[in-house]
């Protein structure tokens, strides 16, 4: 099932072939948008696509054209030959990335920003640093950016070996498997059929998610280095994040008012790191896609982006 069906088209974007075959990417379009005025183009996190009908619907209010583009091997995009959500380089996705930006940005001058959410944020930040059509780009908005491993509920042994591992395991063995299976609590949170609001289509972002590569991971890392040691972004940069992550000792009503995938003091320590105008919003019972929480956070999300944009966009 595809919520968007019947709101959207859906274009099929060609790609090079890579390491295991035919790939293509999708970009998602909203029938309501005009080609014409200042556009958003969303790019999901792991285990995600892009589903948000309600992020289309501000938008277009606020006067802004919505773009969302599933990434090669997730969601729509996905083919049975390929191995879900997997790359050896986040490099690998500027290929569709600029894609989008050069069709957005035909014919129409008004600005175009990035949006990142997740790991999303992380391609999305790299992208801004050295993809080609960066300088097309007039803003970067990322939510709850995915700029360092969490390892806030593992202790310092485990992570030290994990380190040690992603670097040597990927070179005799490309497809080993980190982890089989995230918790399914988050999922659990945020789907109509268990405790939240949503309604997503649970074969493209299943509850336990997808395997975890080891070169996956290492690929993230790399990126993660790259974002904490030499970013230069040169546009301006919102950074949304929850106010408060999971802690060791949670209670069950956290799930639904906290950060449980990232560590939020993460993305306080290197955002600022990322560009030369970052501003930081903390939203206060923040999830981790900010914009799939509670009505009142999410509003509150969204009043302050659009005031934002205003600022450095106009009205």
Request: some cysteine; glycine content about 6%; proline content about 3%.
């Amino acid at each position: 099932m595809d919520n968007l069906i019947g709101y959207c088209s859906f274009e099929t974007i060609p790609l090079k072939d890579d390491y295991e075959g035919k790939v293509t990417a999708t970009l998602t379009i909203p029938k309501t948008n005009t080609g014409k005025r200042k556009s958003i183009l969303f790019v999901h996190g792991f285990v995600d696509y892009f589903f948000h009908l309600h992020v289309i619907q501000k938008c277009n209010e606020q006067g802004y054209d919505v773009y969302g583009l599933d990434l090669r091997k997730y969601g729509r995009s996905y083919m049975k030959h390929q191995h879900h959500c997997y790359c050896k380089s986040m490099e690998e996705y500027f290929e569709e990335i600029t894609y989008c930006i050069k069709k957005i940005k035909n014919g129409n001058d008004q600005p175009l920003l990035l949006a990142g959410h997740s790991t999303g944020g992380l391609t999305t930040s790299l992208y801004m640093n050295y993809g080609s059509e960066k300088n097309l780009v007039s803003g970067l908005i990322l939510n709850a950016p995915f700029l360092e491993m969490n390892y806030l509920m593992v202790n310092a042994m485990r992570a030290f070996v994990l380190k040690i591992l992603y670097t040597t395991v990927p070179l005799f063995y490309p497809y080993a498997i980190l982890k089989k299976t995230v918790p399914s609590v988050y999922g659990k949170s945020l789907h109509k059929n268990y405790k939240g609001e949503w309604d997503y289509n649970l074969e493209w972002k299943p509850l336990r998610g997808f395997p975890t590569y080891f070169m996956w991971f290492k690929a993230v890392t790399r990126g993660h280095h790259f974002l904490q040691t030499k970013s230069n972004i040169q546009v301006p940069v919102l950074l949304i994040h929850s106010e408060r992550s999971l802690k060791k000792d949670y209670k069950k009503s956290d799930f639904h008012s906290t950060d449980i995938v990232l560590n939020v003091e993460h993305m306080k320590k290197y955002g600022p790191r990322l560009g030369k105008e970052v501003t930081l919003l903390s939203v206060k019972n923040g999830l981790h896609d900010i914009f799939l929480s509670a009505k009142d956070v999410r509003e509150y999300a969204f009043s302050e982006l659009f005031k934002w944009l205003e600022v450095h966009f106009g009205k």
